[in-house]
């Protein structure tokens, strides 16, 4: 187990960051970078073998609303209220995976209906305004006297710990994953579907086994950011804007590499504010443009995204050797 | 019959119409060049923002500002396949898909910045018309007319003229077609034109109809690449017939419940067509 040495003083290291008392805003960031990293990370777990999901903010909204409605209405502590809504969102995604999966739903066709069941969760989120609070967004109950830890609702600090380990935990199932028997089943699957199924692999099943580790990663990272904000809109958390910018953010920082989305949320955040404070409010519409000019030039010249620079000098695994999506029918 | 319930009937029969124009541009340039533009619903804002802007504030009649609007668009077609697509013609599909994602953000961010997030509207409007029990408004018919003679131009263009013909050769074997003396390269920048300017189309028959925000775009671009998926992608019969297939299943749907809840239904009806017949409706 040497192999652990590094990442555990890389995140003893990481979980002393409150000690350093930064100002707020930058916590403020960095807590939004790991939340955003962690949404970016489910994402590439099922990117990275040509399972391109244009709904994966579908699964955000799905963690997020679930948590908050059971905080709401019910008072069910978040710390229940997440894995319900986690569960929620498994299910949702392997309600549409399976059938995609059974029926050989790919390439092009599999990002449209993810793009599809996308929208609908958001119009859902929309349409169920009574619960919801519709496009307006809604905002968890805050906590009564003394309650904060069992409603979730932490400081800085608090969130930064809680961000932490859901985001290792996230690059630690990425591990597991990559160690394991699956990734060379998915990457045998994503180079050739019919070939993969004569050797013998359960092309279904270890499909929808990625669908739900990325999933779970994905409406883990939009509970939090839920929880996180204390305010939840559709347009944040479920439809097509959230989703391709995750998709963005995965692209941008390389999706072949643990660290990739985590590279691709610090430049996307980092971007964001950095047009923000350059340019002032008025200029909200300048960081869009910047996004979209960033995605065509990778696209164009780094499409393999910034951790790809490094990757020749790295040991280069199985699956980083082909480009994403090439098992399109 | 009940005249509410004839009347949502009509209404989805000239909403297809609306959904058919971008519908066919899509399949287009998807059946020809072989790229899903994921902006082609930004390209149609442009186009009415263009439109908008000619009309409103340039001082220019209707017409010439819709006449300007097309060959507007068709360039803007043009470049994007000089600048985006061409370069990633070798590429798998979806880093393909993504950058036209990327020039989605693109053309949103420009228009945030050149007329911010105010909605504009025309101020266009024609009076509705009594067919008999039915009201008609006047608007929605005129573009579902002009939808239709636009769809019948571009028939005859691929049925009747050369360049017509080798579109479709090339949509049918992009191996062959080459060797026959036919420059892809060429065809696909047709095609491109082609494809944009009946985005220019579908923003003038779009622009007296909505109000037009640098959003305008998702509010119309899922379901068009449903519609043309639905249709089978590149099959341009399909995806006219699957526009109004949608436009009734949203109108209908409305009739019945909300309006939220008719795009739900027709994006689940989406969903359950891809997993019964993947390769579209009308495959065969």
Redesign the interface.
């Known amino acids: 187990m040497n192999g652990l040495a590094l990442p555990a003083a890389l995140f003893a290291a990481l979980a002393a960051v409150p000690l350093l008392s930064l100002p707020d805003y930058v916590m403020h960031l960095l807590i939004t970078m790991l939340l955003t990293a962690l949404a970016g990370t489910g994402w590439a777990m099922m990117g990275r073998f040509?399972l391109?999901s244009f709904g994966h903010g579908a699964f955000l909204g799905a963690g997020a609303y679930t948590m908050a409605i059971l905080w709401n209405e019910l008072g069910l502590t978040p710390w229940l209220g997440i894995p319900i809504g986690v569960a929620v969102a498994i299910l949702a995604g392997v309600l549409?995976a399976y059938?995609?999966f059974k029926?050989?739903?790919v390439?092009?066709?599999f990002?449209?209906?993810t793009?599809?069941?996308g929208?609908?969760v958001r119009?859902?989120i929309?349409?169920l305004r009574e619960h919801t609070g519709g496009s307006l967004g809604m905002t968890p109950a805050k906590a009564p006297e003394g309650g904060a830890f069992l409603a979730m609702q932490f400081d800085k600090a608090g969130f930064w710990w809680v961000a932490l380990i859901a985001w290792a935990g996230g690059l630690l199932a990425w591990r597991m994953l990559d160690r394991s028997m699956a990734s060379k089943a998915l990457a045998a699957i994503s180079e050739d579907e019919d070939a993969a199924a004569s050797i013998g692999i359960k092309v279904t099943a270890e499909k929808l086994k990625v669908t739900v580790i990325s999933v779970t990663l994905a409406a883990l990272a939009g509970a939090l950011t839920a929880q996180y904000r204390q305010y939840l809109n559709p347009e944040s958390l479920a439809?097509?804007?959230i989703s391709?910018q995750i998709?963005?953010g995965a692209?941008a920082g390389g999706m072949y590499v643990p660290l990739g989305p985590t590279i691709g949320a610090a430049i996307t955040i980092g971007l964001e504010e950095g047009l923000r404070i350059g340019f002032g409010t008025e200029?909200?519409?300048?960081?869009?443009?910047?996004?979209?000019?960033?995605?065509?030039?990778?696209?164009?010249y780094l499409?393999r995204g910034i951790a790809g620079l490094f990757e020749r000098r790295a040991k280069t695994p199985a699956t980083a050797k082909r480009?994403?999506?090439?098992a399109?029918a | 019959m009940d005249p509410f319930f004839l009347e949502a009937l009509v209404n989805g029969i000239l909403l297809g119409g609306v959904f058919a124009l971008p519908a066919l541009g899509l399949n287009l340039v998807f059946g020809v060049v072989d790229v899903v533009w994921l902006c082609y619903a930004e390209l149609v804002m442009v186009g009415m923002y263009t439109v908008w802007f000619l009309y409103t504030q340039a001082g220019w009649p209707l017409g010439l500002a819709f006449a300007a609007c097309l060959p507007a668009i068709a360039v803007l077609g043009l470049l994007l396949h000089l600048i985006v697509v061409r370069p990633l013609l070798s590429s798998p599909p979806i880093n393909q898909v993504l950058a036209t994602g990327g020039v989605l953000f693109f053309l949103q961010g420009a228009a945030t910045l050149v007329f911010s997030t105010d909605f504009r509207s025309l101020g266009v409007d024609m009076p509705p018309m009594e067919v008999g029990e039915v009201f008609v408004s006047g608007t929605k018919l005129a573009a579902f007319i002009a939808a239709l003679v636009g769809a019948g131009i571009l028939w005859a263009f691929l049925k009747f003229t050369y360049v017509g013909t080798a579109i479709r050769a090339i949509a049918r074997d992009r191996e062959v077609m080459p060797l026959m003396g036919v420059d892809p390269q060429k065809i696909y920048l047709i095609a491109s034109a082609v494809g944009g300017a009946l985005a220019g189309l579908a923003a003038c028959l779009l622009v007296v109809q909505l109000d037009v925000h640098p959003f305008v775009g998702l509010s119309f671009g899922p379901i068009t690449f449903m519609i043309c998926v639905m249709g089978g992608l590149g099959n341009m019969l399909g995806g006219f017939l699957a526009a109004f297939l949608m436009g009734l299943i949203i109108s209908v749907g409305g009739f019945w419940g909300t309006t939220e809840f008719s795009y739900v239904v027709a994006f689940a009806f989406f969903i359950i067509v891809m997993f019964l017949r993947p390769k579209g409706l009308f495959a065969r």
Request: glycine share 12%.
């Open positions: 040509g391109v549409l059938p995609a029926l050989r739903v390439g092009h066709y990002a449209l209906v793009l599809a069941a929208e609908i119009i859902l929309v349409a439809g097509l804007g391709l998709v963005f692209i200029l909200t519409g300048a960081a869009p443009l910047v996004y979209g000019l960033l995605l065509v030039l990778f696209m164009l499409p480009a994403p999506g090439e399109t």
